[in-house]
Structure formats: structure tokens, C-alpha cells
Antibody, heavy 116, light 106 residues
Framework: QVQLKESGPGLVQPSETLSLTCTVS????????VSWVRQPSGKGPEWMGR???????AYNSALKSRLSISRDTSKNQVFLKMNSLQTDDTGTYYC??????????WGQGVMVTVSS | DIQMTQSPPVLSASVGDRVTLSCKAS??????LDWYQQKHGEAPKLLIY???NLQTGIPSRFSGSGSGTDYTLTISSLQPEDVATYYC????????FGAGTKLELK
């Protein structure tokens, strides 16, 4: 069955870089895109960016200067790196299977706190 | 950027009620809109894609409609397990979620 699982540090220092990994199973990264979505506590989700099935990427314009998404298809993994973190980057980060602009499967999410 | 405004922010309803949640876009989004349900402590779950298409496994009491800038999610007969926050999401130009409607039981 389709599964996605996020992993990464729960605590990041301000101005540091966040690195998250999404490990997928039950589908191929060369057949489906994967998006990253984050959600501050008590607020609506925010689409961050996408790794297209063909290896191309797309980013939220508000985050583009700080964000990088890559993948390793041999390991079924998609990576997110975001630099210059601030306290308002605190929230839950999800990876999702992105089937032509709808997110049909989600990981459980990883809570990231930006604090010194 | 397209802004998505959901109303009401909080809705209280009784079991069996017909419930309507609204989502208004700041410009025409050509039906490029999905609806997600998020229960407390869980990831969002896809309910409706491209305005009115029911995702596999979602109960038929959920339905979506709309066009242009105005979209609606309807629950025909509210069940206790429908207590959640509901988000609309547009992908016509950029990608934007609404702030959500929290659905509570009266």
C-alpha cells in the first residue's frame, strides 16, 4: 500500500538549515510527484514545493529563495532543505503524494520547532 | 497571489443536519479546487478533487460544487465522525489553501 514517512530533527536553531527526508513506498517517484506541505499550529496548510515525477521541481514563490527539493529514486526518498530558519517556520511538515494537483496520500507529519 | 476565504470560520451543527461550507477565491480559479478534511492530530485527508469529484472511499454524503470564484462543500447528513476542520485548496494559479472551517457538533 502507499505510504509516506517524514523524518528529520524536531528542533532547529534560528538561522540554521532544516533537512527533512520523505521515504515513500507503494509507488514510484518516477510515476508520481511528491509535494511538501507545512502547517503552523492552529493555522491552515501551506504548499511549499513539488518534486515532479520527471525530476523537475516547483517552489512556492514566498519560499523559493530558501528552499531546495531533491530526490534519490534508488532509495525512494525525497529531500527538503530550507535555510535561514526563523521562529515562524515552526510547524508540522508533511510530504504528500501529488497526483496532478491533488494530494491523495499524506505522511504522518514531523513537528519542527525553531528555537534557540 | 490568489487568496482563498472560507466561511464561516466555525460552524456548529447537529447530527443529521445538512451542512454547507463556503470557499471564495479572489479571482476565477476555473474549478481547480480540492477539499480536505483534517481531524485533530491527523494529516489532512482528500475529500473532493476538481470541485466535485469524490475521492475513493469517501462517503457519498460529501459533495462539492461551484465555479468561477465561489465553491461549496456540502455534507448531506452530518455524522459525529465529520467533526474536523475543512480546507479548500486552489491550484489554478499558484497553490493556496484557505484558513479552514472548523465544524463542531451542537
Amino acid at each position: 500500500q502507499v505510504q509516506l514517512k517524514e523524518s528529520g530533527p524536531g528542533l532547529v536553531q534560528p538561522s540554521e538549515t532544516l533537512s527533512l527526508t520523505c521515504t515513500v513506498s507503494g509507488f514510484s517517484l518516477t510515476s508520481y510527484s511528491v509535494s511538501w506541505v507545512r502547517q503552523p499550529s492552529g493555522k491552515g496548510p501551506e504548499w511549499m514545493g513539488r518534486m515532479w515525477y520527471d525530476g523537475d521541481t516547483a517552489y512556492n514563490s514566498a519560499l523559493k529563495s530558501r528552499l531546495s527539493i531533491s530526490r534519490d529514486t534508488s532509495k525512494n526518498q525525497v529531500f527538503l532543505k530550507m535555510n535561514s530558519l526563523q521562529t515562524d517556520d515552526t510547524g508540522t511538515y508533511y510530504c504528500t503524494r501529488d497526483d496532478n494537483n491533488y494530494f491523495d496520500y499524506w505522511g504522518q507529519g514531523v513537528m519542527v520547532t525553531v528555537s534557540s | 497571489d490568489i487568496q482563498m476565504t472560507q466561511s464561516p470560520p466555525v460552524l456548529s451543527a447537529s447530527v443529521g443536519d445538512r451542512v454547507t461550507l463556503s470557499c471564495k477565491a479572489s479571482q476565477n480559479i476555473n474549478k481547480n479546487l480540492d477539499w480536505y478534511q483534517q481531524k485533530h492530530g491527523e494529516a489532512p485527508k482528500l475529500l473532493i478533487y476538481y470541485t466535485n469529484n469524490l475521492q475513493t472511499g469517501i462517503p457519498s454524503r460529501f459533495s462539492g460544487s461551484g465555479s468561477g470564484t465561489d465553491y461549496t462543500l456540502t455534507i448531506s447528513s452530518l455524522q459525529p465522525e465529520d467533526v474536523a476542520t475543512y480546507y479548500c485548496y486552489q491550484y489554478n494559479s499558484g497553490y493556496t489553501f484557505g484558513a479552514g472551517t472548523k465544524l463542531e457538533l451542537k
